[in-house]
């Protein structure tokens, strides 16, 4: 059995409908509480929000949801970070990165970053995304955690203080003898950490095959997918038929920003209304939600809705400046998860929510414990069906993937 703890919401819910449309039963918990009572399954997933908290409190959740994955009976413990290795030099990778290599006795451990089809690769441990090196990209302008090292053996190694040294593309390419005598070699000169090119599918493949005798290791979604598929051989699913979706009115939440968000939002503005809430309102948040609510009450029906905390540029940098970046996006979190609360209160049934914080946080909103997620389709993953504690349809999406109209198309594909 495969415990997986990944670093955000929608993440976890990424890599969980690529692993079910393998045919491997993969639940996703989003309240470890839940794993004294999970159900035995090859692999299962549990979402948290440790990327962008500090770094103490990051490592204490994985050591407990360790504990309890241990307790359910998993041989095996990876940490599910993001394509593009979001990170700060305080961390959160390379501080869990220590915390599993000495819970299990891992050295060296492999990490590796990348998600190929989505334009996220590592090439000679340099990182790109969308064919630019990272650092050049629009991963740069991260409010949080901008992205401006491509190296990922120097970004890592700011942040442990345990040796960091790299396989590349190379030795993966040459087939599994030569790719185990490279990683030999690293642990004989004394290596701890060893980064693992993902320049296409077959570098993920190879990695995950090197990990799979491994008690635990750390990677981001190609990595991830692939160690669940080694581990868990030829185990199918047995689970019961997944449930339908959710029958009722439909809204789109949009709490990520930049470009991607904003051309996501303007395609579905054609069509439908779209409330933006101003983070620079100084009225007090329930106010703030109380209005929106207003707004959307008469606009709930057989159209969809939309409401959102994005916005241009030099208004998201002076809502930074007024409130300091993290308390500008946590406060952009609690207004989107209080109006979604409010929103399932008045009938919404079929959500599609962009960012994995904003996600978060409406999934804690809403009270959802565990969901099934949907193998993938023509629009990837990230759909899922809640039972509990209402029967809704849930999209939540990474705020940086998606074709343009992908909310359109992602809320009508949640039709019963």
């Not at 590592?122 to 990182?127: F, I, P």
């Not at 290596?191 to 990695?207: F, K, N, Q, R, T």
């Not at 699913?237 to 959710?246: E, S, V």
């Not at 540029?313 to 930074?320: K, L």
Request: proline share 5%; charged share 20%.
């Amino acid at each position: 059995m495969l415990g997986i703890v990944a670093d955000d919401f929608t993440g976890g819910l990424m890599i969980a409908g690529y692993i079910e449309g393998a045919g491997i039963a993969c639940p996703v918990v989003f309240d470890k509480g839940e794993l004294a009572s999970i159900e035995p399954s090859p692999v299962v997933v549990v979402a948290t929000r440790t990327r962008l908290i500090p770094a103490a409190e990051a490592v204490a959740e994985v050591e407990d949801i360790a504990e309890r994955l241990d307790a359910a009976g998993c041989d095996r413990v990876a940490y599910k970070v993001c394509a593009s290795f979001d990170s700060t030099d305080d961390g959160n990778i390379g501080p869990v990165a220590d915390l599993l290599a000495r819970r299990y006795a891992q050295s060296p451990m492999l990490l590796s970053a990348g998600f190929p089809r989505f334009g996220a690769t590592v090439h000679q441990g340099y990182l790109f995304y969308r064919n630019r090196l990272v650092s050049e990209s629009i991963k740069r302008f991260d409010p949080l955690t901008p992205m401006t090292d491509p190296d990922l053996v120097r970004v890592l190694s700011r942040q442990t203080q345990a040796k960091v040294g790299l396989l590349p593309h190379a030795a993966l390419h040459a087939g599994i003898d030569a790719a185990q005598a490279g990683l030999d070699a690293l642990a004989h000169d004394g290596v701890d950490y060893v980064m693992v090119d993902c320049s296409d599918d077959s570098d993920a493949e190879m990695g995950a095959r090197l990990a799979s005798v491994m008690r635990t290791t750390i990677g981001s979604d190609a990595h991830i997918i692939a160690f669940a598929k080694a581990v868990s051989g030829n185990a199918q699913a047995n689970a019961a038929p997944l449930p339908p979706h959710a029958t009722g009115p439909a809204a789109a939440i949009v709490g990520s920003v930049g470009p991607v968000a904003m051309a996501q939002l303007a395609v579905f503005a054609q069509s439908h209304p779209v409330l933006t809430i101003d983070l620079l309102d100084e009225r007090p948040e329930e106010a703030i939600v109380a209005e929106a609510l207003g707004w959307a009450s008469s606009h709930i029906g057989d159209q969809p809705l939309g409401i959102t905390t994005a916005a241009a540029t030099e208004t998201v940098e002076q809502a930074q400046k007024t409130h300091g970046a993290l308390n500008a996006a946590r406060k952009a979190e609690r207004l989107l998860a209080a109006v979604a609360r409010g929103l399932v209160d008045r009938g919404v049934r079929r959500l599609a929510v962009a960012g994995g914080e904003t996600s978060g946080s409406v999934v804690e909103a809403l009270g959802v414990r565990r969901v099934r997620a949907m193998p993938e389709s023509e629009l990837g993953t990230g759909f899922c069906v809640v039972d509990a504690p209402q029967h809704l349809s849930l999209y939540l999406k990474p705020g940086k993937l998606g074709a343009d109209d992908i909310l359109l198309r992602a809320i009508e594909a949640m039709r019963a």
